[in-house]
């Protein structure tokens, strides 16, 4: 006999004992043992006991369903998928995190604060592969115009206008 007919017969045996039995004593003593009965067939059925469960909504991943003491539980939880994330450590920055295929990924991109930089006689470098948290502001100077500079002299690339007439030489003492 399969075990859903098995279920059956025990529920049908419950009932009838009940009423051959009559009164209370009749239903206690056939109920207990007919409830094991059935409980353990469908059991082995592949049914659950949900009675003992304690997830709740939110541990249950969105769009999926579980039953918890008996009553159907629909999930929230919003699972991201980040298998096709490309960033790197090295391009996150440092001390922050993200979530690249589905691992904590730890920032170690550098990071650099503004600073002030005034025109030199030398190159400055700023160097890549950083962050950059502020401003660099490179300082211009007011004076810095073509009527300034030597007719001829370029100096950031500012060509100079400025020309001096030469003095006439001095006559021979007369």
């Known amino acids: 006999m399969s075990s859903g007919k098995k279920i059956t017969v025990g529920m049908l045996i419950l009932a009838l004992s009940g009423l ?11 109920h ?3 409830s094991n009965k059935v409980l353990n067939e469908m059991l ?3 049914y659950v006991l949900t009675n003992d469960a304690t997830a709740t909504a939110d541990d249950i991943v969105n769009g999926k369903s579980g ?6 539980v629909m999930g929230n939880i919003r ?9 790197t450590s090295s391009v996150i920055v440092k001390g922050k995190t993200a979530y690249i295929n589905g691992e904590l990924v730890v920032g170690a991109l550098p990071v650099s604060y503004g600073e002030d930089i005034m025109p030199t006689t030398t190159g400055i470098n700023v ?3 950083q962050y950059l948290a502020e401003d660099i502001i490179i300082r211009g100077c007011k004076d810095l115009l073509a009527s ?3 007719k001829g002299v370029e100096i950031f690339g500012i060509t100079g ?3 001096i007439e030469p003095e006439p030489e001095p006559d021979g003492g007369e």
């Open 20 to 30: 051959l039995l009559g009164g209370a004593l009749g239903y206690v003593l056939t």
């Open 44 to 46: 082995k059925e592949g």
């Open 79 to 87: 699972v991201f998928d980040t298998s096709d994330a490309t960033a």
């Open 67 to 72: 039953f918890v003491d008996g009553q159907l």
């Open 32 to 34: 207990t043992y007919m």
């Open 161 to 163: 206008t400025y020309y």
């Open 148 to 150: 300034n500079i030597r």
């Open 127 to 129: 160097q890549g592969g």
